[in-house]
């Protein structure tokens, strides 16, 4: 069994876990030997087209399901509960904690307003002599 933590970001690059020069010093652990997984994810770096990537990420993760060289046991879920009252939040997603606070400048409480009458505003403080 081994820990491996996986960089949660919007493009991930597995490569390092599962590309075949990676058997030997680097970190593909269960040595996974499938040369047309390795040239999907070697494909994936060196392209900058977005849907390309995906579709290559896509092929890797099929052969992945396929051969199954690994067994993944745990990905973090984070749930974060939000009050009715707090308006202007707008999630987008996310990929570390922090990130739950991206807009936080955005976000505001609707509280009444209450107008003060004459009698309780005062120029100067009252002192206790």
């Not at 493009?11 to 499938?34: H, I, L, R, T, V």
């Not at 849907?51 to 984070?78: D, G, I, T």
């Not at 570390?96 to 991206?102: L, V």
Request: aromatic share 14%; glycine share 4%; charged share 20%.
């Amino acid at each position: 069994m081994v820990d491996i933590n996986l960089t949660r970001s919007p493009d991930p690059d597995p490569y390092p876990f599962w590309g075949q020069a990676e058997m030997q010093n680097g970190q593909n652990y269960a040595e996974w030997d499938n040369r047309s997984a390795s040239e999907y994810l070697e494909q994936a770096r060196m392209t900058v087209d977005m849907a390309e990537r995906q579709l290559l990420y896509r092929n890797f993760q099929v052969l992945f399901m396929r051969e199954m060289p690994s067994l993944p046991l745990f990905y973090p879920v984070y749930t974060y509960a939000i009050s009715s009252d707090i308006k202007g939040i707008n999630f987008g997603p996310i990929f570390e904690p922090s990130d739950r606070f991206n807009n936080v400048y955005e976000w505001y409480i609707i509280s009444g307003r209450e107008m003060l009458s004459d009698e309780t505003v005062t120029d100067t403080p009252e002192s206790g002599n």
